[in-house]
């Protein structure tokens, strides 16, 4: 898996499957292997996709196809020639509680008629059935699971394979079979049995169950949500981690004469006019879409439903680019109060998702809602309060009518008081970082005060009591006095400023004197100097300090092994010498708390300095993936 783009959990990553690329996220329309039954035509389909998903139980008991998918293939069959992934018959299995067919039988089967991506034939368990069933039916498939497992190890199969996760509600269950179909190093990880969850629009529990079986699951493989095909659910199932998706909705929901959209459903019959631009709503007013037979009303309205589909994963993926995926999702579980019941549970697993979350982003933070309170850029900062040095300090109020940056806009005489300005949701932003993202790079209404927020700056506040003692909170009278004592001092606090931006950055106190150069334009930090040598840039859309190579090897003197290091074996050393990008396959350890897009220092195992860059994977997927892009060089340490 190589990852371009990402936001929250989600991402924009390429896999190779039997030689043919695929970019996720990304859905597969369910297609009939019949031909004619087919609600759209397979050429309509193929403008859509590069994968779909088909039953290999329909193939198997159905004696025509089956007899034309051994002798052609089940691309011919279909006539597809993208990326094909079989079910095993577990659907019809939960529908109808037994099918006609072994494990091992559809398995060979799926294999002979030359399939992509197999499915092994695991138990779906309803939700809510007694634990008892529940444990016994995840037995059962995690039995499964290794049987398959062996029939490839043994080259009886060779085929790419689904291993789903089970476990019903049982969230513990979930975790269960995600740690042991992990072990088993299937290719792609489906999370199944949600779909009475979501007819149901129990959201809130299909949350649940992504996120504890996406804590055990390897980074580096797809996960599947199987029988998530309504667009309204997408952004927030990528937003916590899903790639791929498989959709017969559009079908079954044009049976009913149901009109999908991005936000929910619509029935026809109640519509005058289509609110979309397709094909198909741009030729038909919803009376004459309505006055057709019903065939033909039912392959148009597909149509339509697969039209706005695609659209809204397009609009997924754009958001992910712009680093604007939680602004999406925020807009979108407001469509129905389930939704924004489920997201509101994301909050209880913050501390997960947050470490896959970049730690810079393109787009400025927009404030939403009141849930926009616990996403990762804010509770991120509020750890990070504890990386600043503080000897003396300051607590102020700020109207919010100030324009930010705060330091550039108030009349403050600079002293090494730390000053920190109150925020509604941020808690607190520290003057001397305030331009450093998100603290400047955010919008926000006037909000009302929540018992949460003054909680948290009240816990702040007695910890930073404990921390340098109650004395060196300076309250206005002692603060002013210190001001006009202070002013016959002579204080650099561009240094100050950069040694605590240095402090939030890397969490590393480098109290040297530095100097800086401001931007002729904007009179802005632009460039770090220490005796006469440049350290560090000033990145200009987030204001963070990118060490140039001697600002590298002043981090590496500064930092304690292993912070911010990437370990590479020895082949890769001369490479990342040179400059060369580090590959995944290549890292043999790093530090345990890098974020993507972190600046990092490459070092061997005897933490000798090779290079610095940006690390495109956290550190739980530089350990886990083995293959793309682990680290973008910025340069190579050549000669040590």
Not at 73 to 94: C, K
Not at 139 to 153: M, N, P, Q, V, Y
Not at 224 to 243: E, I, N, Q, T
Not at 601 to 620: C, F, H, M, Q
Request: some cysteine.
């Amino acid at each position: 898996m190589n990852i371009k783009d990402r936001d929250g959990l989600g991402k924009i990553a390429t896999i190779k499957i039997k030689n043919k690329e695929l970019e996720m996220p990304t859905i597969m329309p369910v297609v009939h292997p019949n031909p004619k039954k087919q609600i759209v035509p397979i050429k309509i389909i193929k403008k859509f996709t590069k994968i779909i998903i088909t039953n290999s139980y329909i193939i198997y008991k159905n004696e025509e196809l089956r007899e034309i998918a051994l002798k052609e293939g089940v691309h011919n069959l279909i006539g597809f020639d993208g990326i094909i992934v079989t079910d095993s018959g577990s659907y019809q299995l939960g529908v109808y509680g037994d099918i006609d067919v072994k494990p091992d039988e559809i398995l060979l089967f799926q294999d002979k008629i030359g399939v992509d991506v197999g499915t092994i034939l695991d138990i779906p368990t309803p939700p809510d059935v007694e634990r008892e069933k529940a444990e016994k039916d995840l037995e059962e498939t995690l039995k499964r699971a290794k049987e398959a497992i062996k029939l490839r190890e043994e080259k009886k199969i060779n085929l790419l394979l689904n291993g789903t996760i089970q476990g019903s509600t049982f969230l513990d269950l979930r975790q269960l079979s995600a740690k042991e179909m992990s072990s088993l190093n299937f290719d792609i990880y489906p999370i199944g049995a949600v779909v009475p969850l979501m007819e149901e629009y129990r959201y809130k529990d299909v949350v649940e169950i992504i996120l504890n079986s996406k804590m055990y699951l390897p980074t580096n493989k797809p996960v599947h949500l199987f029988g998530c095909g309504h667009p309204m659910f997408f952004s927030l199932a990528v937003l916590l981690g899903c790639d791929l998706f498989d959709s017969a909705a559009y079908a079954l929901y044009a049976k009913d004469d149901r009109y999908l959209t991005e936000t929910g459903t619509l029935h026809l019959e109640e519509l005058k006019e289509f609110p979309c631009s397709c094909p198909v709503c741009s030729s038909y007013t919803p009376k004459e879409l309505l006055s057709l037979e019903k065939k033909d009303r039912e392959s148009l309205l597909a149509e339509h439903n697969l039209y706005v589909t695609f659209e809204e994963m397009k609009r997924i993926k754009e958001a992910i680019r712009e680093n604007s995926l939680w602004e999406l999702v925020e807009e979108r579980v407001r469509c129905h109060p389930k939704l924004l019941e489920a997201y509101r549970t994301v909050r209880k697993y913050i501390s997960f998702i947050e470490k896959f979350d970049p730690i810079t982003k393109k787009s400025a933070f927009f404030y939403s809602g009141y849930e926009s309170r616990f996403r990762p850029e804010v509770y991120r900062h509020k750890k990070r309060l504890k990386r600043l040095k503080y000897n003396k300090v300051y607590i102020t109020d700020i109207n919010k009518n100030i324009e930010r940056p705060y330091s550039e806009n108030l009349n403050v005489v600079e002293t090494d008081v730390d000053i920190l300005i109150k925020h509604p949701f941020f808690g607190y932003i520290p003057y001397y970082i305030d331009t450093v993202y998100p603290l400047s790079q955010h919008e926000y209404p006037e909000l009302y005060e929540f018992e949460y927020d003054k909680d948290f700056q009240k816990d702040f506040l007695n910890w930073l009591k404990n921390k340098i003692g109650e004395e060196k909170i300076l309250d206005i009278t002692t603060y002013n006095y210190y001001i006009n004592y202070f002013k016959s001092k002579e204080f650099n606090s561009d240094s100050y400023r950069i040694r605590k931006m240095l402090q939030y950055q890397y969490g590393v106190d480098i109290d040297l004197e530095f100097k800086v150069e401001r931007s002729k334009n904007t009179g802005r930090l632009r460039y770090v100097y220490l005796e006469d040598k440049l350290v560090f840039s000033v990145r200009s859309y987030d204001n963070f300090l990118i060490p140039t190579k001697e600002g590298a090897k002043l981090l590496w003197d500064y930092l304690d092994f292993p912070k911010y290091r990437v370990v590479i074996s020895e082949e890769a050393e001369e490479f990342a010498k040179k400059g060369r990008n580090v590959f995944a396959k290549f890292v043999v350890d790093c530090y345990p708390n890098i974020y993507p897009y972190d600046e990092v220092l490459v070092v061997n195992k005897d933490d000798e300095l090779l290079a610095y860059g940006t690390s495109i994977l956290n550190s739980r997927e530089l350990l886990e993936f083995d293959s793309g892009l682990a680290v973008k060089i910025r340069g190579g340490i050549k000669g040590g």
